[in-house]
């Protein structure tokens, strides 16, 4: 998930370094912890009006961050990762043309333009399909029941125009360079009780703050 600062309908750009939360832990233990954080690193910030908020389809994530980020007075915007939604039509392309058929990859790729382009709507059609089997069928409920549940999230015309990120990609780089770099590598092995601490200095050394964080004395409990 990315936390990006929005400041109004000009090309997306980050307003100010890029900074890191990470940790090995379970939801209800993350939110609080990152809540702190973007408090520490200016989210209450008044000169930033919205927050944009990237996420996959699960609804923890939309209930958490909306709970975490919408503050009284500021806009709360939410994106669907793209490619997250581009592999639930691909879900629906396997189910009722076969996966890896020509038939599939082609109206894969026309809807995937479609959602890019022309946002959520065309996507409606979708029950309109004559899936081959029961099976297929219920693929294809589901699905829409999906795009239908998101269609707030979906419209990518709009936050293109705007300039707003759409898909999750620099979040994913981050966690390659970030943690698997240094603790994923051949030969590398963590304990269960070092590893967050390890990735945590990580975290904080990539995001500029390595020098203030030994300048506490404390850098032992980064974590």
């Known amino acids: 998930m990315k936390i990006a600062v929005d400041t109004g309908p000009t090309p997306f750009t980050p307003q100010g370094p890029v900074d890191y939360c990470v940790g090995f832990e379970s939801r209800a233990a993350f939110w609080p912890r990152f809540s702190a954080h973007a408090v520490q690193t200016g989210i209450q910030d008044p000169r930033c009006p919205r927050i944009v908020l990237i996420g996959d389809g699960a609804h923890g994530i939309w209930d958490d961050g909306a709970a975490s980020c919408g503050a009284a007075g500021r806009e709360l915007v939410e994106i669907g990762d793209v490619y997250h939604a581009a592999e639930h039509l691909a879900t629906v392309a396997h189910a009722v043309w076969g996966e890896g058929?020509?038939?599939?990859?082609?109206?894969?790729?026309?809807?995937?333009?479609a959602l890019l382009h022309a946002g959520p709507a065309p996507l409606f059609a979708l029950a309109?399909?004559?899936?081959?089997?029961?099976?297929?069928?219920?693929?294809?409920?589901?699905?829409?029941?999906?795009?239908?549940?998101?269609?707030?999230?979906?419209?990518?015309?709009?936050?293109?125009?705007?300039?707003r990120p759409i898909g999750s990609g620099p979040v994913e780089g981050a966690c390659k360079v970030v943690l698997k770099q240094r603790l994923a590598q051949a030969g590398m092995r963590w304990r269960q009780a070092g590893a967050p601490v390890v990735a945590t200095l990580r975290a904080r050394h990539r995001s500029g703050q390595w020098d203030p964080l030994w300048a506490t004395g404390t850098p032992g409990a980064a974590a």
Request: glycine fraction near 2%; charge should be positive.
């Open 128 to 163: 309109a399909l004559a899936p081959p089997h029961d099976a297929a069928q219920a693929v294809v409920t589901r699905e829409t029941a999906y795009f239908r549940y998101h269609e707030t999230r979906l419209h990518y015309p709009t936050y293109r125009a705007r300039g």
């Open 101 to 113: 058929t020509p038939a599939a990859q082609t109206w894969w790729a026309q809807k995937r333009a």
